[in-house]
């Protein structure tokens, strides 16, 4: 399996993007997110390919990637599962659009302009004043740019990956993923995105997955379901290796690292059940981890970035939280 080193300045950024790689290639490719600073002569090795985040960090990686790797520059694109709201609005609206960034706030508002070109639109550059007579402020994830006394504000969530870069990730790879399937699992992963940043009601989810659904597109991640039986064996297995209850309590931790896009290493989850008054050495953490890889309720396969939760996962969780309740 080929390794993606995801290389950004942003360590936010890079947690978002990683996610949504894993949503899309974790059965593809090995995933290896690190931030500029973490960045080392061995971290990328012959044979590895390389994301960058920005087209500036070309140069600046140079001598840190050998020369037969392949180095995509990854651009970025609204992400239209979260912009329900604008879709709602009427014909004419007059948008300012901030960002941490004019030219990134330029290019959120050609993208917008592109979906959405019934309205007008200003991007907002702080040496200015704020434009009157505008009807709503828009910021893709950047509220705290966004001055305190404007309340017409809505929050589009940060960008993510176009679509290009996206199939110029699978062409890659050389996988055997069609357009239509790469299209949806795109999809899935804007939603995923826009969902875990709160910038699209848990109902909009319900009806996206209605929708496809209908068409025949089954999203397994949304409708992952258990059996009495399965839950009984894997509970089983789990036990024969350790206590159950440890078991849930590590998958609840990677549940709130996938819920606030956190990578998190084995170091990591060690000292929050340490946290929690659960004290475990490495071998017996490993062992609980690699039982449950096993039984499929996590994915391991984002390289030192850490371990995700698998739908799984979080229904063999949820299924304890209810009896719990």
Not at 10 to 24: G, H, M, R, S, T
Not at 30 to 54: A, C, H, N, R, W
Not at 253 to 268: A, V, W
């Amino acid at each position: 399996m080929k390794k993606l080193h995801i290389i950004s300045i942003q360590k936010e950024y890079l947690d978002i993007v990683a996610y949504q790689l894993f949503d899309i290639f974790g059965d593809k490719v090995e995933l290896y997110p690190i931030t500029l600073q973490q960045l080392t002569m061995e971290t990328v090795g012959e044979g590895d390919f390389v994301l960058l985040s920005k087209e500036i960090l070309r140069g600046i990686t140079a001598s840190f990637i050998p020369n037969s790797c392949p180095v995509i520059v990854a651009k970025r694109e609204i992400n239209i599962a979260a912009t329900k709201k604008l879709s709602a609005l009427p014909v004419g609206q007059q948008f300012l659009i901030i960002n941490d960034t004019v030219e990134h706030a330029d290019e959120t508002a050609e993208s917008l302009s592109n979906i959405y070109y019934e309205h007008e639109y200003q991007t907002y550059d702080p040496s200015h004043a704020v434009p009157a007579n505008m009807d709503w402020i828009i910021t893709p994830g950047e509220m705290e740019l966004v001055p305190a006394a404007y309340k017409n504000v809505i929050d589009i969530g940060p960008r993510t990956l176009d679509f290009l870069t996206i199939k110029q990730i699978e062409s890659e790879l050389e996988t055997s993923i069609s357009e239509t399937t790469l299209m949806n699992r795109y999809f899935k992963s804007q939603v995923s995105v826009a969902a875990n940043q709160g910038t699209i009601p848990l109902e909009v989810e319900r009806n996206t997955l209605q929708v496809n659904q209908a068409a025949g597109v089954h999203r397994k991640d949304s409708i992952q379901k258990l059996s009495i039986e399965e839950i009984t064996e894997m509970k089983h297995k789990i036990e024969t290796h350790g206590f159950l209850d440890e078991s849930l309590v590590i998958l609840s931790i990677y549940k709130e690292g996938k819920e606030s896009f956190k990578m998190l290493g084995r170091g990591k989850v060690k000292g929050q059940l340490a946290d929690k008054g659960i004290s475990l050495s490495d071998q017996q953490l490993r062992l609980r981890l690699e039982i449950m890889q096993e039984e499929q309720l996590i994915h391991a396969r984002i390289g030192r970035g850490g371990t995700k939760i698998s739908e799984k996962g979080e229904a063999f969780l949820n299924h304890f939280n209810a009896i719990k309740e």
